[in-house]
């Protein structure tokens, strides 16, 4: 394919260092996307961004019903099966399913680790179709916050359904005047009829899966296959037993009647420094009143008054997986009360030094070459000045700040206008602002004319708008604010409802993170790097609408923060212990995931192996919302294996690495990180005073 390696990467490898009380909720709407009530026109996007039309468009084939139509989701975890052939699989924890023209295809992933990774194989445990021709294309129906639906024709409308629910213990089918027929490629072994409508099969690679059927089903086996009657319609259900059989069946067995076909994510807003809740509330049908899903490590770790039942041997990627009985969760969140400022005042020992390092640093720093800048390092260049205007109006040098704050608008008044070399457009064909060059090669910008990265890239954008609008009481109805909102709205959009844009592009609720990669297919599913930036895009967004008086936005965007931190700490910022409860042997011995995917995780970047570079990308750029995902814990468990990657990146020409890890040495000794951080160039998107800055007022 085009958009990749050999190796399955992106042939953009995004980061390079240069020298030098409201209610979130909405309503619920399982017939089709709930927020697909936008249009394809940009309406609501300013005129200064061109509408264009991609290259790459959505493939109506892969759409149906109210799903045909912008905005058009481009980063979801599903993305997969609207994709290149949309044969890849996706992950909805604990299998991986295809859906391919005439079939679903179900595995229960086998996890090992190979090199400098965890990875899951995939087989086709079970193919799940009617007899042969009677399904003849597949389409994405609905999709929510909690799972997507995908439907396959028949001759006579819609022949099969499947709602992939995340968490889901049964892969559920919704039969519909077809032959349900299951084909494994392992042997069958044994077929054992419960004689309530289910079965349990026991297969020769030593696993054994429990089938239900409603109404019940007297299926004919013929070698690896399972038949069903002509014509049938109903409910047929399947789930693998995990690593204890015989208690797992009983659990399967008792909570087989209800099944989940949606989910809705209700966020409680609050104030900074609350208490604050996500309830996931997950549709049902069938019988019972219970609902049996499955949790991941962070929501055990937050879930309210959960009911949780014993089952053994059931994985995910990101580690082993708990059963919850309810078909209402209620996450516990304490919500960041990170500002435009450190955590902590100025340490007066570097204050004098700090000062210093800002005279010399705006004296050197304010000019950049924006003619041929792409959106990212633009970005960066600009949210490093911002960090010095921030840190001079803390210091109370009320000209420098001034001096800097000239510098942004004038650095940024040509995007604004749309009067730089590479400009921001509207694509109505997939509903984003992509980069001109973006758009017109999939290679070019980091990807972003392909999906990749929009909130690493617009979250500089927003961090440095917030700090002007902060400063500027004509920021509101200026050409910069419609510009920055709309950039925003692009990554980080509040409406599920008529907008030119998805709601929330990245985010995945149940994940509890961002996805960065676009529109391009990957065999593991979708991944993300970077989870500082992704933190600083919504750290970004959240100052913006706390500068402009968007207290409802800022709410959202603080829970969306911490959320985002909460997942980050998790997965990928890995202490001894945390590593070994959630990754194999072999891999768990690594202290940070450089990229984690739905599929696998990578003890490496997308640009390099080096350790100094899978540490310092959850780093990058040192703002003071940093403090949620760099930890004293993380940094001392860690602190070996980062300073001899400083060291060597230091003698290697990547003095900009050395000092990141530097500056996270700030939370074990201030003063020896304060003066090691000095020796080193910053990378094009930090400064020497900002990093002594977030030595002094860590913690």
């Known amino acids: 394919m085009p958009y990749h390696t050999a190796q399955g990467y992106p042939v953009f490898p995004r980061i390079q260092l240069r020298d030098g009380q409201a209610s979130a909720s909405a309503s619920h709407a399982r017939n089709g996307n709930q927020h697909r009530q936008g249009t394809s026109s940009g309406g609501g996007v300013p005129s200064v961004f061109k509408t264009i039309t991609h290259s790459s468009p959505p493939n109506p084939a892969f759409y149906s019903g109210s799903m045909k139509g912008a905005p058009y989701d481009t980063n979801k975890w599903w993305i997969n099966l609207v994709l290149g052939e949309g044969d890849n699989p996706v992950q909805t924890y604990p299998y991986s399913i295809k859906a391919l023209a005439d079939s679903s295809v179900l595995c229960w992933p086998q996890l090992g680790v190979s090199g400098n990774a965890q990875i899951s194989s995939f087989g086709a445990d079970w193919t799940v179709s009617g007899s042969r021709g009677e399904l003849t294309s597949r389409a994405v129906a609905a999709s929510d916050d909690l799972s997507v639906t995908v439907e396959w024709q028949s001759g006579n409308g819609v022949g099969m359904r499947a709602p992939l629910v995340k968490g889901m213990p049964f892969a559920t089918y919704q039969i519909n005047g077809i032959t349900p027929t299951l084909k494994t490629i392992h042997a069958v072994l044994q077929v054992k009829d419960n004689g309530d409508g289910s079965v349990v099969v026991s297969l020769n690679d030593q696993s054994t899966w429990l089938i239900t059927s409603n109404p019940a089903i007297k299926w004919t086996q013929s070698n690896n296959t399972l038949v069903g009657p002509s014509g049938y319609s109903g409910v047929v259900r399947l789930a693998h037993t995990g690593s204890n059989p015989e208690n797992n069946l009983r659990v399967l067995q008792e909570y087989s009647g209800a099944y989940p076909t949606g989910g809705t994510a209700v966020l409680r807003a609050a104030s900074p420094g609350s208490a604050t809740t996500v309830t996931f509330k997950f549709d049902t049908e069938g019988s019972g009143d219970s609902l049996l899903m499955l949790a991941l490590p962070h929501h055990i770790d937050a879930l309210q008054g959960a009911s949780t039942v014993n089952l053994a041997g059931y994985r995910a990627t990101k580690g082993p997986m708990t059963g919850v009985i309810g078909a209402t969760w209620t996450i516990s969140e304490s919500l960041s009360s990170i500002g435009f400022t450190g955590p902590n005042k100025i340490d007066p020992a570097l204050r004098d030094r700090i000062a210093a390092q800002l005279k010399q640093d705006v ?337």
């Open 363 to 699: 004296a050197s720093q304010t000019v950049m070459d924006v003619t041929d800048s792409d959106p990212y390092f633009f970005g960066k260049g600009i949210a490093r000045l911002a960090r010095l205007a921030l840190i001079a109006e803390e210091l109370g040098e009320s000209d420098i700040q001034a001096q800097v704050l000239d510098t942004l608008r004038g650095l940024l008044d040509p995007w604004f206008k749309a009067q730089n070399s590479d400009t921001l457009v509207y694509d109505q064909s997939w509903s984003g602002i992509v980069s001109s060059k973006g758009a017109q090669d999939s290679g070019a910008d980091f990807g972003n004319g392909w999906y990749n990265d929009h909130h690493f890239h617009y979250g500089y954008f927003a961090y440095a708008a917030a700090v002007l609008a902060k400063n500027d009481n004509n920021w509101a109805g200026s050409a910069g604010a419609q510009f920055i909102d709309t950039l925003i709205q692009d990554y980080a959009s509040t409406q599920r409802q008529d907008s030119p844009f998805p709601y929330l592009r990245h985010f995945d609720f149940y994940d509890g993170h961002s996805w960065a990669a676009g529109i391009v297919p990957f065999a593991d599913g979708r991944n993300q790097e970077s989870t500082s930036e992704a933190i600083n895009a919504y750290y970004g967004a959240y100052l913006y609408a706390l500068a402009t008086g968007n207290t409802q936005a800022a709410q959202l965007y603080n829970l969306i923060l911490t959320m985002e931190a909460r997942s980050a700490t998790r997965y990928w910022h890995l202490t001894t212990s945390s590593a070994k409860e959630l990754y194999l042997d072999g891999f768990n011995q690594h202290h940070a995931v450089g990229i984690l995917w739905g599929s696998k995780a990578d003890y490496q970047t997308f640009f390099g192996t080096n350790p100094e570079y899978i540490f310092g990308i959850q780093m990058l750029p040192f703002t003071p919302a940093t403090n949620l995902i760099v930890h004293k814990d993380w940094v001392s468990d860690s602190w070996s294996a980062m300073e001899s990657a400083a060291q060597s990146a230091a003698g290697n020409g990547g003095e900009g690495w050395a000092q990141f890890l530097y500056t996270a040495y700030g939370l074990i000794d201030k003063n020896t990180a304060a003066n090691m951080v000095v020796k080193y160039k910053p990378d094009g998107g930090n400064s020497v005073t900002n990093v002594l800055y977030w030595i002094a007022t860590c913690g």
